[in-house]
């Protein structure tokens, strides 16, 4: 008898000890990396890092980014986890409150401060670009913008320029961006001169050739002092905010150039004019009731420029205009 029941308690141990395997769970690191390799064949030379769980607007998962990069190329991918960690939902997923603005996650990340602009500061709309002066999109989509939106809305928008240079693809970009930025901080007007400058001549300018190129277009440019530029670019003196601008991208998830957020709305490519003002026109009209967006709506986002004088804040050379 009791030989019989030893032989049953060891029986229930041996089946506990050798049962199922355990479950795996995508709230493993190494399980979600392996998994996550496998679904877009990333083999070893591509650098995968998975985020903590964090709280998610979806009941019952958790949102886990995924981080994998490539020498300079970066990428983010956003998975929803249950909360058993057996299932995972991968995409671009959006959850709206019909009480607020569609766009309000977008407005609320949106950093506008320091950034050269040019329009009417408590504008109904306000655009924020994110753009890369070696980009042949957003060179088409700078002259779009700098020939039609000021004469046309002289009264109704804030336009924001941010620096997202893309190292991987464009090997003078982040270069020309410290640049641009030197010159903003001699003369925020200036600011639209070489704006407009590089983007006519992208076609000329190499990694070899892109500060001669700038020392010459300076020996004329209205309120720049050409040491002083060169002195900030050698140094880099302004990396810092460039870099600021790029964090601020990724944070947004902006992935491509030119991406811009129109009242917080996301257009990730170039537009045509008739699209745009489509798009301005509409918001304009909206934010006459709606009043929650733009630069004047009692919503959380406002988008300030500090330190800058209102004349600077405000304008730029006239769009349209010939820079010299």
Sequence with gaps: ML???????????????TGPAQKKSAFDKATLEAYVRHLFVMDKQVTVQVGDPKP???PGYQEVTVSASAGQAHQDFSFLVSQDGSKIVQGNFTFFDVSQNPFKEDLDKLKTEGAPNFGTQGAPVVIVEFSDFECPYCKNESSVIRKNLLSAYPKDVHFYFKEFPLESLHPWAKAAAVASRCVYRQNADAFWAYHDWIFENQTEVTPENLKSKIADWAKTAKGIDGAQLNSCMESKATEAEVAKDQADGRALKVDSTPTLFINGRRVAAAVDWPTLRSIIDYEIEYQKTAKNAGENCGCSIKLDVPALAPAASVSGPQLGAPIK
């Design 56 to 58: 998610s607007q979806f």
């Design 3 to 17: 030989r019989s029941l030893f032989c049953s308690v060891a029986a229930v141990f041996l089946l506990a000890a």
